[in-house]
C-alpha cells in the first residue's frame, strides 16, 4: 500500500482537527442546551443554603433575618476591606432602611422574562449621588425546608429593567451605550487608530 | 438510546455547526500558500466565532424538545408585543461581540495593507517563493530590492 | 513589469442604477443611525453610509469619487465623530460621576428642566452617542477603501 506523498503541513493539519474534534465533544457533552435557564447567559448564582426555621414569617412582613444578613457579609459582600490590607470592596450594605423585599408568584411575566418559581426578591439602594432606587440584588427561595439565597448580576438588569431604568426600548444598544458606555468609548479610538495605520503604510509621497 | 441521541447531538447542532466552520477555516490559515487566501480564513474563523456566541442566547422551544417552534423574537420591548405573550431573546451575547465585529474589520483592512508593501518589495504573494527570495538575498549578502521605485 | 493598459468600457445600465440609488442608501442609513425607537445603532448604520461611496468608488474609479469625499471633509467627519463622543464621556470622568455607569449624564446637563428625564436619556444616547459612532465609522471605512484602492502611475483608459 502506497502511502501518498503529500506535504507534512497537510499531515499536521489533518492531526490537528482530529483533535479539536475529539476536544469538542467532550466539552459539549456537559453544557446545557441553549434556551435553557442553566446556560450561561441566563443563570443566577447559587450562594448558599439555610434551614428555614421561621424565617419564612419574617421574609413575609419585610425584614431581612440576621442569619441570612450575617451569611452574606462572611461571603465577602461588605463594604470596607476584608482583611487588614486589603483594598476596600464597594458593595452595598443590607442595613435598615436601605432595602425592600418583594415577593413574586410563579410564572409571573415582567419584562419579557417569565419567572419558573416564586420566591423574594432582595432590593438594595446603592447610595448614588443623582438616581437613588431599588436595584434587584438577591433572590430568596423555598424549597423543602430550606432557604437557597442566589445573586443577580448586571446581566439581568439589562435584560428586565431597560425600560424602567434608560427609557430606550432597544436592548442592545441600551446595553451598549448605557451601562458599558466607557467600553464602546475605547472601541471608537480603536478604529480610528485602524484608519491612520493604513495611511501611515502606504501614502509616501506627501499626498496628504 | 434515542434518547441520549437527541439530546447531546441533536439538540445543540449550533455548536457542531460552529465548530465545524471554524475546523476548517483554521486549516485554510496554516495550509494555503497565498497571502490573500490565509486572510480570507482568518476573516471566516473570526464570523463563525461571533455566530456561534450569538446563538448561545436563543431562547424558546425546539422542534426537538416539544413539538411547535415558537423561538425568541429580537430585542426590542415593544408594549404591545409582551401584551400577546412573545418572549426576548437575550441581548447579552449581542452587545459583548458587537466590538469584535468592529475591531475584526480594521484588523483585516491594516492587514490588507500589509500585504501590498510586502508585494511591492518582492514582487509575488507566494510564500514559497519569497522564502526562496529570502534565502538568494542572504547568500549574495545584497541589499534590498524594491519592485516600483 | 506593469501590465498593458486595457481601455473599459463605460456601462450606461450600471451607472444609471449608481446614481439613482446613491442618495437612498444615504437616507437609509440616516435612518438607522439614529434609531432607538427600533433597531439600528451607532456602528450598523455607519457601515451603511461607508457602504453607499464604496458603491460610488467600485463605479466610477478614484480620480472621480475624490470629488464626492475629498481629504479635508473625510478629517472633519473622523474628528467631529470622535469629539461628540468622547468630549461626553471625559466629562463625567473628570468630574467623576458614577465610576462605571452613564445613567447619570442627564443630571449634569440642564436639559431635564425642559424635556424630562425619559427625553434627556434618548437625547443623549440616540443622538450624541449614536451619531458620534457612526460619523466616525464611516469616514474610516471610506479613507481605508480609498487607500486599498489606490494607484500611483496607471490609470485605467478614460477614468
Not at chain 2, 7 to 29: G, T
Request: aromatic share 12%; glycine share 10%.
Amino acid at each position: 500500500m502506497n502511502i501518498p506523498k503529500m506535504n507534512p503541513l497537510t499531515w499536521t493539519s489533518i492531526v490537528i482537527a482530529l483533535l479539536l474534534i475529539a476536544l469538542s465533544i467532550y466539552a459539549i457533552e456537559d453544557l446545557p442546551a441553549f434556551g435553557d435557564e442553566n446556560s450561561a447567559a441566563n443563570k443566577k448564582i447559587k450562594l448558599f443554603s439555610l434551614d428555614a426555621d421561621g424565617l419564612v414569617e419574617s421574609l413575609d412582613a419585610g425584614v431581612l433575618p440576621v442569619e441570612i444578613k450575617t451569611r452574606i457579609e462572611d461571603l465577602g459582600f461588605i463594604e470596607g476591606p476584608t482583611c487588614p490590607g486589603c483594598q476596600n470592596e464597594n458593595y452595598p450594605t443590607l442595613d435598615e432602611g436601605n432595602y425592600e423585599i418583594k415577593k413574586i408568584e410563579k410564572g409571573a411575566y415582567e419584562g419579557g422574562r417569565i419567572y419558573t418559581e416564586e420566591g423574594w426578591d432582595v432590593l438594595i439602594r446603592e447610595g448614588e449621588i443623582f438616581y437613588d432606587e431599588f436595584q434587584q440584588y438577591y433572590f430568596i427561595d423555598e424549597m423543602g425546608e430550606k432557604l437557597n439565597v442566589y445573586r443577580y448580576n448586571w446581566p439581568v438588569r439589562v435584560v428586565e429593567r431597560t425600560e424602567e431604568e434608560t427609557f430606550i426600548i432597544n436592548a442592545v444598544t441600551s446595553g451598549l451605550a448605557d451601562y458599558r458606555g466607557y467600553d464602546t468609548m475605547g472601541e471608537e479610538t480603536v478604529i480610528l487608530t485602524g484608519a491612520i495605520g493604513v495611511i501611515l503604510l502606504i501614502r509616501r509621497r506627501g499626498r496628504l | 438510546m434515542i434518547e441520549w441521541i437527541v439530546q447531546h447531538i441533536l439538540e445543540k447542532y449550533n455548536y457542531w455547526l460552529a465548530m465545524l466552520i471554524i475546523i476548517i477555516s483554521l486549516s485554510a490559515i496554516v495550509v494555503k500558500e497565498n497571502l490573500l487566501k490565509k486572510l480570507i480564513g482568518l476573516s471566516i474563523f473570526q464570523t463563525a466565532f461571533f455566530l456561534w456566541v450569538v446563538s448561545l442566547g436563543d431562547v424558546g422551544r425546539n422542534i426537538f424538545t416539544t413539538f411547535g417552534l415558537k423561538t425568541g423574537t429580537p430585542p426590542i420591548l415593544w408594549k404591545p408585543a409582551e401584551e400577546m405573550g412573545y418572549i426576548y431573546v437575550n441581548p447579552l451575547p449581542h452587545v459583548l461581540m458587537l466590538t469584535g465585529i468592529v475591531v475584526s474589520a480594521a484588523t483585516t483592512a491594516v492587514a490588507l495593507a500589509i500585504v501590498i508593501r510586502i508585494y511591492q518589495k518582492y514582487g509575488t504573494i507566494e510564500e514559497s517563493e519569497i522564502i526562496d527570495k529570502e534565502i538568494e538575498l542572504e547568500r549574495e549578502g545584497g541589499e534590498v530590492r524594491n519592485a516600483a521605485n | 513589469m506593469t501590465p498593458e493598459k486595457k481601455e473599459y468600457k463605460r456601462d450606461v445600465i450600471i451607472e444609471v442604477t449608481t446614481d439613482l440609488t446613491f442618495p437612498l442608501i444615504l437616507l437609509f442609513g440616516l435612518y438607522i443611525m439614529i434609531g432607538t425607537g427600533g433597531t439600528g445603532g451607532g456602528f450598523q448604520g455607519g457601515t451603511i453610509l461607508a457602504a453607499a461611496y464604496i458603491l460610488y468608488i467600485t463605479v466610477y474609479g478614484t480620480e472621480k469619487a475624490r470629488e464626492k469625499m475629498p481629504e479635508s471633509t473625510n478629517a472633519l467627519f473622523k474628528s467631529l465623530g470622535l469629539y461628540l463622543y468622547n468630549g461626553a464621556g471625559w466629562i463625567c470622568i473628570l468630574f467623576s460621576l458614577a465610576a462605571a455607569q452613564w445613567l447619570n449624564m442627564p443630571a449634569f446637563w440642564p436639559i431635564t428642566d425642559f424635556v424630562g428625564v425619559s427625553g434627556s436619556r434618548s437625547f443623549l444616547v440616540g443622538y450624541m452617542v449614536s451619531v458620534g459612532i457612526g460619523l466616525t465609522v464611516m469616514a474610516s471605512f471610506v479613507s481605508q477603501y480609498f487607500d486599498l484602492a489606490w494607484k500611483e502611475d496607471e490609470e485605467m483608459g478614460g477614468r
